[in-house]
């Protein structure tokens, strides 16, 4: 082998344990969260309003990134949409909240953005049909993770799980019926693989604007 082929192989080795380095480091420092998509559906689809379940009339999804850092995970995602055609969804932000690993529950404050008041910022959501909304809730220190990073490390050794309990009213103008729902939705807090972490440290980053 000459010496620019031993050089390029020594350059790609530093770089490939460097890449596999910073991966393993990021393993005790950050967590993935999913939501229980099964467990969301089968709510949808087990409340019902008239005789529709509420599946066909909406859909909830969690936007979330792919791992958090332990300090990083401050907000939950959430968009809904107002898949029919009649009715109109209500979401009441001021009786939702987060239940922690521990069965504790706290108040979420839904993000506004340039908001200054933000804490006082919580009027109803109006879903109209066909409409979709998207907004970020968080706990009511705005500012700080949504739980203590201690807890939410010792909770992503054993796949805990926290619960987001979203109210909402579904309103059918057409058969004069209005109703409340109270879903408890289920999200497993994990800890990040050394497959996806390499995964990650291996993906380009955007560059900023």
Known sequence: MDSRNLLILTVYFIIVTYVFYQAYKSLDSQITVEVDSEDLSNRLESNTLEDQSIGELMGISF????????????TLPITIKNTSQESTITVDWKQCSITDFDGVAQRVIRVVPSTTEQKTAQEPSLVLPSQTIKEEVSNEDLIAPLFKTDK??????????????????????????????NLRLPFIVKKLRLKKALTLALKPKKSKK
């Not at 979330?64 to 401050?74: A, H, T, V």
Request: proline share 5%; hydrophobic share 40%; no cysteine.
């Open 63 to 74: 936007k979330l990134k792919p791992s958090y850092k332990l300090e990083d995970f401050k």
């Open 152 to 181: 939410l490390k010792k909770a992503a050794q054993n796949n805990g799980k926290f619960f987001f309990r979203l109210i909402f009213r579904i309103s059918d103008p057409i058969v004069n019926v209005e109703q409340g729902y």
